[in-house]
């Protein structure tokens, strides 16, 4: 049986802490090079979203798509993005007060709807306006579509369009179904606005696409990416580190078959790997992550799941790892971040020991 099979519950919250440890200071320690335009561009669009990229790499949010700060040198506003980080009750998009309109979304010749609903933007700009779209889907939340149409285009004329699927009167979408609402920005002196698209909820560190007017058209002006590319985020870790993730998640475990819709450790696993390309790329944020367990508790969990050979050898592995990756993140420290021996050290220490835990979720009294 995996360790996966032993939980109560793989769901947690996920506490965001305000500070950083007064042990262990972050300042300064970002790497430069992150988040950048995946092209060189000087257009101002592209510009100034990366601004507000940036202030959200900085931040201590575990995801990217969570609110960050406005960064302050910005020279727009957001005037529609995510409530928070947990949508999945639905309505998760939030605007400015006086930009958009919500509104139910009752489709001529369908039922009225309780759950689905639109956000239509108030002003246009050069003779367009931006609507989205929210369906719900269940539990997991609503979908998410951006449309781009022609101001003179009345509510009801949009959502007869958008029944009679009518491509002649409703443009194709710029952003199609997505789990999270798009952010959509403006310039304060509201000369442009233009979107942005976070990407969806179980991809990592996902490049944001701008979405910028040309003509009649909403197009691509540019992406912002957050790291390398990689595959898993253990690709971004050193390879001392990728041995133990590599085992970590063989504990972790996967789906069985009569588990439900919910996917719980499928969602856990999605986590830990935020967590760890977190350690990899920002650990500051990988600092204000808060596990589920006590390091007691996990590893007091994690003694009675080896109690079958295959899974001692598992834990056997990554007990003989653990010292070894924990040097390896701290000398990947302070070459990437620039610290010092013993800080460097410091936060190996405390970051290895809760991406160690953010595996696992024990029920106290297992």
């Not at 040198?73 to 400015?96: C, F, H, M, N, V």
Request: with cysteine; glycine share 6%; aromatic share 10%.
């Amino acid at each position: 049986m995996r360790l996966g099979d032993k939980v109560r519950s793989l769901y947690r919250v996920i506490g965001i802490v305000l500070g950083i440890s007064a042990v262990i200071s972050t300042t300064g320690m970002a790497d430069e090079n992150w988040p950048k335009l995946e092209k060189s561009s000087t257009d101002t669009v592209c510009l100034e979203t990366l601004k507000q990229a940036r202030s959200a790499f900085l931040s201590n949010n575990f995801h990217l798509y969570e609110i960050a700060p406005i960064a302050a040198d910005a020279q727009s506003e957001i005037i529609l993005q995510s409530t928070g980080l947990d949508i999945s009750g639905g309505d998760g998009a939030d605007a400015k007060a006086g930009e958009f309109d919500e509104l139910p979304l009752n489709i001529p010749g369908q039922s009225p709807s309780t759950v689905d609903y639109y956000h239509w933007q108030l002003k246009n700009t050069a003779g367009w306006r931006f609507v989205i779209v929210s369906e719900n889907v269940g539990w997991r939340g609503n979908f998410y579509t951006l449309y781009r149409i022609d101001a003179k285009l009345t509510q009801d004329q949009f959502l007869a369009s958008l029944g009679n699927n009518d491509r002649k009167t409703l443009p194709s979408p710029v952003i199609v179904q997505n789990w999270r609402p798009p952010m959509v920005f403006q310039r304060k002196d509201n000369s442009a606005a233009w979107v942005v698209d976070v990407g969806q909820t179980f991809t990592i560190l996902t490049p944001w696409r701008v979405f910028s007017a040309n003509g009649l058209r909403m197009e691509p002006a540019c992406k912002i990416k957050f790291s390398a590319n990689f595959k898993n985020s253990k690709d971004l870790l050193p390879e001392t580190l990728g041995n133990l993730i590599e085992n970590l998640f063989a504990a972790t475990g996967t789906d069985e078959p009569n588990s439900g819709t919910l996917h719980s450790v499928s969602g856990a696993r999605i986590e830990a790997e935020y967590m760890w390309a977190n350690v990899g790329t920002r650990p500051w944020a990988a600092l204000a992550a808060k596990p589920y367990n006590t390091r007691d508790r996990v590893d007091s969990g994690l003694k009675e799941w080896a109690s079958t050979a295959q899974n001692e050898k598992t834990y056997n592995a990554i007990v003989a790892q653990y010292p070894k990756a924990e040097r390896a993140l701290a000398n990947y420290y302070e070459k990437t971040f620039s610290k010092s021996s013993k800080e460097a050290a410091e936060m190996a220490h405390a970051i290895l020991d809760l991406a160690f835990r953010f595996h696992f979720v024990f029920s106290a009294d297992n």
